[in-house]
């Protein structure tokens, strides 16, 4: 115990790596908060402008369709502007003025600037309005009888059923996940401290090290005890970080605020033992060292979603097997398995294997270090 007490008050002493495990997640996070703190308030529907040619006569049965469309609310789903000038419809389009043209001819077709959520939203009213027509002319053609029950029950659908489909989590906020990949991150610039607990055992590296090299207690076991040291530490600032998230920056975590935090403290023994195999590993200098530590977190919280969100998502889709194995995306993905989805299963199988990596990056330190043998210290 007088051994784990000193290590930390050592690693207290290290200001700079203070400032990068708590300082800095706290700051980068106070931007986070006025970055998207009134985001989800802004957010509010409004109508989509939509440019029509009036150059056919299917336009008028279409025109009249696409202005009584309502969401639940009772708000106009489209905002239909006329133009007889293609040219003029064609400018309002590249400015952004409008979103969409619909012209006719043979059928109606629509022409788009980009494809985004107002165009899809038009395609698709586009597209069942297209179905409609011909489900009617059929049924003209087949049952002329029923055409006007037919017109009824497709008249009483103009109204958008707009459905919120309910998840199991409690945490809807899109913008969550960057507090998600920021408390990752804090776990991760874990290994720089890792990294120094293994310098400190090296005797031809660091003084310290020499010193410990030819001192009567195993090696095992001082290193076994600067790592519980620096985990308590670091599970300490960790706590904070994650607090400082939920009372100041006002980020709800739900019920699983007690998991989140659990995730944390695995990410955290995972990032200390991984940098305990970089200070092995590596050879040479400790600047060397700090800047392997530096750029493995920094691209594992890259790829986890700190500077953009979608990265997850791009890298699912071409390349799975990096979300299944970076510690970064595995804390996300854990934490929004839990706070969005309600899936405590995806969130222990991430844990797990987080807690996996974190184990045998021990072992093979351990391995590495009880190898060493000095000539002379």
């Not at 059929?138 to 998840?167: C, F, M, S, W, Y």
């Amino acid at each position: 115990m007088l051994h784990i007490k000193y290590r930390m008050k050592t690693m207290l002493r290290q200001k700079t790596l203070l400032f990068w495990s708590l300082a800095f997640p706290v700051i980068l996070g106070m931007l986070f908060y006025f970055m998207f703190g009134g985001i989800n308030d802004l957010e509010q529907f409004e109508e989509v402008p939509v440019g029509v040619l009036t150059n056919s006569d299917l336009l008028e049965m279409f025109v009249s369709m696409m202005e009584e469309v309502q969401t639940e609310n009772k708000i106009p789903l489209f905002r239909v502007k006329k133009y007889t000038d293609r040219k003029q419809a064609e400018k309002a389009l590249q400015d952004e003025k409008i979103y969409g043209i619909v012209q006719g001819g043979e059928e109606l077709s629509l022409i788009v600037k980009k494809s985004d959520n107002y165009s899809s939203l038009i395609k698709t009213f586009l597209d069942q309005y297209r179905e409609n027509t011909a489900l009617i002319e059929d049924t003209a053609r087949k049952n002329p009888d029923k055409v006007a029950d037919l017109v009824q029950a497709l008249a009483a659908g103009t109204q958008a059923q707009i459905k919120e489909i309910p998840l199991k989590g409690t945490d809807k906020d899109p913008y969550a996940q960057y507090f998600y990949a920021l408390i990752s991150m804090t776990c991760l610039i874990g290994t720089m401290v890792g990294m120094h607990n293994g310098n400190d055992i090296q005797a031809d590296l660091t003084a310290v090290g020499a010193r410990r090299n030819i001192a009567p207690t195993p090696k095992l076991r001082q290193v076994l005890n600067d790592f519980i040291a620096t985990y308590i530490l670091y599970c300490i600032i960790v706590a904070i970080v994650t607090g400082v998230c939920v009372f100041v920056y006002d980020q709800d975590f739900g019920q699983n605020a007690g998991l989140v935090l659990l995730g944390g403290w695995i990410g955290s023994f995972t990032a200390l033992a991984i940098g305990e195999v970089i200070a092995v590993f590596i050879k040479g200098h400790a600047q060397k060292k700090e800047g392997v530590c530096v750029a493995v977190f920094m691209i594992s919280s890259f790829l986890a979603g700190l500077q953009w969100g979608d990265i997850t998502f791009l890298i699912e889709e071409h390349c799975p097997v990096i979300n299944r194995i970076n510690p970064g995306t595995l804390i996300v993905n854990g934490f929004k398995s839990l706070s969005v989805y309600g899936d405590s299963r995806s969130y222990v199988i991430n844990m797990v294997t987080l807690a996996l990596i974190g184990i045998v990056s021990v072992i093979i330190s351990v391995w590495k270090l009880r190898r060493v043998r000095y000539e002379s210290i």
